[in-house]
């Protein structure tokens, strides 16, 4: 804490942000006046425990164990020191992570909660995973909601300076604020955009997504847009993706897990073992993959867009997993299942537990698929709606004993909420050209 207030002290910060991404992943906060850090961070800041279990507009839930059942109850929260950032689009202000216990316990629904649980896990067997989300996004302006670019060109010199200013400040300040950006380009719809950045190992990676989801959109809100993580807002053009691509290291050597220069396709026995976990409990996560049911409107047979079948190959896009063989540390595996609305949180513990069950029951990995995966007829298939999905999760032992009781409860409640209120839209005709998807999901994931 010490650290933390000399940083408050030098940087003459007057507010902190004691902030959380709810189970959709929607950042939520309390701010705090600097001068009562020290206070709020000893004592704790009391804040419902319901406020994880929202939609995305904010509506609440009800029917589980941290709402109504204990009467909208606070949990009382506590910043973790390692995660305080000041903000550089606001001066004035930064942002510290808190996690939430109730009657001295944690609270065990809560996103991040769950990922350090796999993580810890992943720590057990002297493996650490690094890893960095490639999450695309819309850019619209506020007021009347025309897309940043006009057209689709992707990677077009001339449309990455659409708004020169607007993306120069985008890769500044998320570098400031810790997020080591890459590159940035134009993707395949009217105002859709993409910005890489550095990765991380284990907690830090999902900190970053995080930050890095927020940072864009309140960046682009204070220079009058609105930006959007929502995966198919607009039916005519292409989904965004969050392909989240990660590699394994020895965390006593510090040498990659992945690469093995024997092996034919390049890859090491454990290796194989992790994407024939990923691979067999693809249809069990793919609800922590694409997370709405707006998410399953990205899926279709395009090189950029996965498809429904379940596949892997090397350096192939239309496959679920595709793998780049680039020697020991260069080597990495990419989902790309992941839509940009996932939850980097539950993603990432998603990926660890099937990673760690296709390595501990030494699963065998199928064919990798060379050509066009979609011209193949008889490989597995993903689940086609947020029903089927939810279905697949249920039946997926492994995967709901990663999240635990409470969470699979709070979840398949928050998720049958969505399904009605869609079902609702469209028995009333509000959902037309995606009207109600908008509607839920664009302004706040």
Sequence with gaps: MEVVLREISKRMTQFVRFEFGDIYGVA?????????????????IYLPLADLLRDPQGTL????????????????????????????WDTKTATIVIEPTYKGEPVTVYPRYIAKQQFARLKQMNISLA????????????????????????CSTLRNYEAASLVEQLMTDLYNVGVD????????????????????????????????KTAVKEIAQRNGYIASFMSKPFIQYSG?????????????????????????????????????GLLYHAPGMCVFMAPTVNCFKRFGKNPFTPGFSISWGIDNRTCTIRARINGEQGTYVEQRMAASACNPYLSLAAIIAAGIDGIQRKLTLPMKVTGNSYAVSNLPQLPTTMGEAMDAFNKDNIIKDAFGEDFCDAFLALKMHEIRSERDAKTNMTNINNEWDRKMFFEYM
């Design 240 to 276: 965004s993706s969050g392909f989240i691509c990660h590699s394994l290291w020895d965390t006593k050597t510090k040498r990659g897990l992945l690469y093995d220069p024997d092996s034919p396709d390049g890859i090491s026995e454990l290796g194989r073992y992790w994407i024939a």
């Design 61 to 88: 839930v009800y029917g589980n164990k941290f709402t109504d059942a204990i009467g909208f109850a606070d949990g009382l929260w506590f910043p973790d020191f390692n995660t305080f950032r000041a903000l550089p």
């Design 131 to 154: 890893s960095a989300h490639e999450h695309e996004f819309w850019i619209m302006d506020r007021q009347t909601r025309k897309p940043l670019t006009p057209d689709v060109n992707v």
């Design 28 to 44: 939520r906060s309390k701010i705090v006046p600097a001068r009562h850090f020290r206070e709020k961070a000893v004592e704790g």
């Design 181 to 212: 950006v890459q590159s940035y380009h134009t993707e395949h719809g009217p105002g859709q955009l993409e910005i890489n950045y550095h990765e991380a190992f284990g907690i830090l990676a999902a900190d970053n997504a995080h930050v890095y």
